[in-house]
C-alpha cells in the first residue's frame, strides 16, 4: 500500500487484526446510541463532549485547566466574548477547533489544508491587524512554500482510496502521527492533530480523540513508536481512549436525568 507524501513515510497499519478493538468500540456506541435524547440533550451532551476534548488536548500539552473553567470559555464563546489571558484564549481556540471539526462533519468536508488551518487556530480571520499595525505574531503557521504544499500534499493523500481502505483507528492514528512528524505549526501542533484525527472518529460515528488523564503517559511513548514505524502502540491507545470517552457520555447522560 502507498504510504503518505514524507521523505521516509508512514506505516499504514499494525500487522495484527483489531477487529475485537472496533466491535468492543462499537458495542459501547450503540448503547449511547440507544439512549433517546431531547434535543436540549444532545446539546448538552455534545457541550460536555467538547469540555472533554479540550481538557484532553491541552493536557497533552502540560497545560492543565479545569473542566469550571472550561464551561466558563464556553459561555464567553456564545456571547462572543474573547478571552484576555493567554491561557483563556487557548481553551477558547481549543473549543472552537472541535466545534468546527464538528460542523466538517455535518457538511461531509474532507481533510484539505483551508480545514486543517482551521482546526489550529478558529480565529485566523479575525487575527488580521488593524490598517497601519503589523499582524500579531500567534497564528504560528511557518507558511512557507515547502511546508504548505507538505500539508496539501498530505490532505490530498488522505482522500485516496489507499487511505480509505483503512479502519478509523488506524486513519486517525497515521493523522496525529503524520501531522507530528510534520510539524507545521510554530505551536498548537498536538492540539491541532488530535483535532485533525478526530475527524476520522467522529466520521465513523464515534467520539473525537479524548485521552484520559491516566492514559496520558503512554501518549509521548506512542509517538515514538510510531514515528519508527510502529503504529500499534497508538492505536491501541486511541482504541483505549475512545472506549473510555463513550463510557463517560454515558454515564454523564445518567447523571443528567437523576
Not at 478493538?21 to 433517546?36: F, H, M, P, W
Not at 487556530?121 to 507538505?150: I, L, N, T, W, Y
Amino acid at each position: 500500500m502507498q504510504r503518505p507524501p514524507s521523505g521516509r513515510g508512514l506505516p499504514l497499519a499494525p500487522a495484527s487484526p483489531i477487529h475485537d478493538s472496533i466491535n468492543r468500540i462499537a458495542g459501547k456506541q450503540s448503547e449511547l446510541t440507544n439512549v433517546v435524547l431531547s434535543a436540549d440533550q444532545q446539546a448538552i451532551l455534545r457541550a460536555f463532549v467538547e469540555r472533554e476534548f479540550t481538557v484532553s488536548a491541552l493536557g497533552l500539552t502540560g497545560v492543565d485547566v479545569s473542566r469550571e473553567q472550561i464551561a466558563v470559555s464556553q459561555k464567553s464563546l456564545d456571547t462572543r466574548t474573547r478571552a484576555d489571558s493567554r491561557r483563556d484564549r487557548k481553551i477558547q481556540s481549543t473549543l472552537a477547533s472541535i466545534s468546527i471539526v464538528y460542523s466538517a462533519i455535518d457538511r461531509g468536508e474532507l481533510l484539505n489544508t483551508d480545514l486543517l488551518l482551521r482546526i489550529h487556530d478558529p480565529f485566523r480571520e479575525a487575527a488580521a491587524a488593524p490598517a497601519g499595525q503589523e499582524a500579531e505574531a500567534g497564528q504560528g503557521v511557518k507558511e512557507s512554500a515547502k511546508v504548505m504544499a507538505r500539508i496539501s500534499a498530505f490532505c490530498q493523500w488522505t482522500a485516496a482510496d489507499s487511505f480509505k481502505e483503512l479502519n478509523p483507528l488506524e486513519q486517525a492514528a497515521i493523522i496525529v502521527l503524520r501531522l507530528l512528524e510534520i510539524r507545521p505549526f510554530e505551536e498548537g501542533n498536538v492540539a491541532a492533530a488530535v483535532g485533525a484525527g478526530s475527524l476520522f472518529t467522529m466520521r465513523a460515528g464515534w467520539p473525537p480523540i479524548i485521552i484520559p488523564e491516566h492514559l496520558r503517559p503512554k501518549f509521548k511513548p506512542a509517538i515514538g513508536e510510531g514515528l519508527k514505524m510502529n503504529t500499534r502502540p497508538l492505536v491501541d491507545l486511541l482504541a483505549e481512549s475512545l472506549y473510555e470517552a463513550l463510557e463517560s457520555s454515558i454515564e454523564f447522560i445518567k447523571d443528567l436525568r437523576t
